[in-house]
Every structure is written in structure tokens, then in C-alpha cells.
């Protein structure tokens, strides 16, 4: 669907924000099409959380970040999927891309959705709404998502019309519109506003962004505080200063595991993280890139969380190098037999491949494990991650 709010748009600034529906469940629809009309989520069946439930599941109150024996409750027969975040990441990069095709002003906001300032491309690519309706042509056509897009002249009214743009629309909300488009909305649709806000601005009598708008700038600020009550009366009259920031260079990977039962067992965490290192390691070789500070994070049962990082001596992909790095990370927690339910391997501080300067000590060999991991990689690549497998890993 497309809906213009009316008007001319000013072509002053023209902000696009991109918003894939339903993420990782539209990846698994695409490659598995008998779960298109069915109640579906990926997450785990029993255990863990939602991190992305279809459409015919909402249907039945399952949504993301809901734990996933309530999913299992209130939709039993819904198809749960494991999550390939592997996949998600090439999708995702597939996305990006063509993003880039439209404009160099990408600011990645998640793995699904980014900022586009498209006000340089008009002139090349049409209007608004053309540019728009070109890029989720382009999107359903060679990643096979669906993807929601709003217009607006700022970052924050781009972001409620994609919003209400969903499932599968886009929504273009001209200059002259902004105040009629916001100001119907209830205050839960702020940024900045989540239930305790929003309880305290209805304890106001304020339930509207019109009503947000009409009250005076200092009555919010001496409520809500300076920053909070200034922002939420500049947005409600559709003000925001805010520019698309393109992506910096330098980048993270990681991947992370939630074990079947919760953990004290050091074997099997060392185990994990080496799996997980491998993994990183396998993406990173494929992006071309390499990284010299790894992170390790750890849930416990209790779901408190925390991570350690260390760096590396110089920028690597092996690996052994990361599942080190990783390890000795992880031994610096000083865990006292706790009970883990997730850890996870992240690398940072990432570089291209052919920029990253790499000092090699005087008796390193012409071929290392490197070269073996580039071969293994190939191998994979053509019949499936069972092919060559560590042989710690073979079993989990």
C-alpha cells in the first residue's frame, strides 16, 4: 500500500526511514514458503525468547522479546524456527547494499532497519514516493522481504510513518502535513516516551501529541526534566534537528549461543565459545575483515549479564587467534562454578583485510593456519558446514 498525506513535499530534506517487517520471520519465510500463511516466530521452542514473530502469530498476541514457553502458550500449534543469525547478517548486507545504491547517506540504525537522507538523489532517481517505492521493489526482488517505508522531512516523523506504513506500505508525510500527521497521534508514539513516561504525561491529562503540543515548553521541562521536556515539545510540533549519520568504518561481529540447560560446566562453555570463535572468525574471512578486540558476554540464570574484553596483538580472522583472545576474556570473570544459560563471542575494532598493517615474527611460515581455514572455508562454502568441522566441535 502507498498513501501520500497531500501536498507538495520540500525537497529542502527528504528522509527516508527503512524498516524491515518482521526480520528474521520473513528470512525464514522466503526460504521456507510452506510457513507463509501459518503462525510462525524464531526463537526457541521450549525455552529462550521471541526474536521475531509473523504476522499470522501476532494475530495471537506472540511478539518479539516475549519468552518463548508464553508464545508456546498462547499460539501451541505456531512453528517455532531456531534463528540462523549467519544468514540474517548476508540478508541484511544484501539490503544495505542496495540502499547504497540510492545514496551514500545510510545510517544503519539495527540490522533491519537505517536512516536514508535521499534530498541529493531526487533529481536523479524521481520523487519521494518514486525513490521510496523503487527501493522496496528492489528489496522484495533480490533478498525476498518485504520492507516498510515513511518519508518525512525529519528522522523522527520518517520513523512514525514507517510505523504506520506497516506491514509492507510506505507512508510520505509532505512538510506542510507534519502538524496534522503528528498531532492525532496518542504520546505513546514520542520518542523518548515508554510506559513510566507516558504514565506520569496521562497523570498530565496530556494522552495526544496535540495535547503534548499546546502545554507550555517549561511545564514539561519542570515535570520531565530540562532535556526530556524541552525534546518532547520541540518533536511534538515536528521539529528535530537531528542529521542522517552515515556509517562509520569501523564495524563489530559476533555471535552468540543460549545453552539448552543452564551451565557450570567449563568444559562445556570452552566448548561454546570455541564454536562461537569459529563462527566469527568464518564471517569475518568472508566480509574480509579483521579485528583485533574480542568480547566475551555471559548470561546467567538469573539473566544478570556481563562481558570482558581483551586485545589481540594485532588484527586477525583465525580462528585460534580470536578463540584465545576469547578465552582469556572469559577467564578473567573469575567465575566460581555459575550457572551460564548464554555466552556470547563478539570482535571489534574491525578493519578491511587489505588496510590492516600485520607485523609477522621472523620464523613465521609461509602457509599457517590461516591458509587451512581459507581452504576449509571454500570447502564449506560447497557442501554445507558439516564438511570440515574441528573435531572438538563434532559433538555437542
Known sequence: MTREAGGRPDISRVILHVDMDAFYASVEMARRP????????????????????????????????????????????????????????????????????????????SIDEAFLDVTGAIRRLGSPVAIGELLRAQVADEQRVPCSVGIGPTKFVAKLASRQAKPDGLVCVPPGQVVDFLHPLPVEAMWGVGPSTAGKLHQLGLRTVADLAHTPRGTLQRAFGVQLGGSLHELSWGRDARRVVPEQTERSMGAQETFARDTDDPRLVRLEVLRLSARVASRMRRAGLLGRQVQVEVRFSDFTTISRSVTLQGPSDVT?????????????????????????????????????????????????????ELVADEVVSRFGPAAVQRASLTRR
Open 320 to 372: 585460534d587467534e580470536i578463540f584465545d583472545g576469547a578465552w582469556r576474556a572469559f577467564c578473567r570473570l573469575n567465575l566460581q562454578r555459575a550457572r551460564i544459560r548464554r555466552v556470547g563471542v563478539r570482535v571489534e575494532q574491525l578493519v578491511e583485510q587489505d588496510r590492516a598493517f600485520q607485523q609477522l615474527p621472523l620464523d613465521a611460515p609461509d602457509r599457517g593456519m590461516r591458509e587451512v
Open 34 to 109: 510452506e510457513l507463509v500463511r501459518r503462525p510462525m516466530y524464531v526463537g526457541g521452542e521450549h525455552r529462550g525468547v521471541v526474536l521475531s514473530a509473523n504476522y499470522e502469530a501476532r494475530r495471537y498476541g506472540i511478539e518479539g522479546g516475549m519468552p518463548s514457553s508464553r508464545a508456546r502458550r498462547l499460539c501451541p500449534q505456531a512453528v517455532a524456527v531456531a534463528p540462523d543469525f549467519d544468514t540474517y547478517q548476508l540478508v541484511s548486507k544484501g539490503v544495505f547494499a542496495i540502499l547504497r545504491t540510492i545514496t551514500e547517506q545510510v545510517e544503519p540504525a
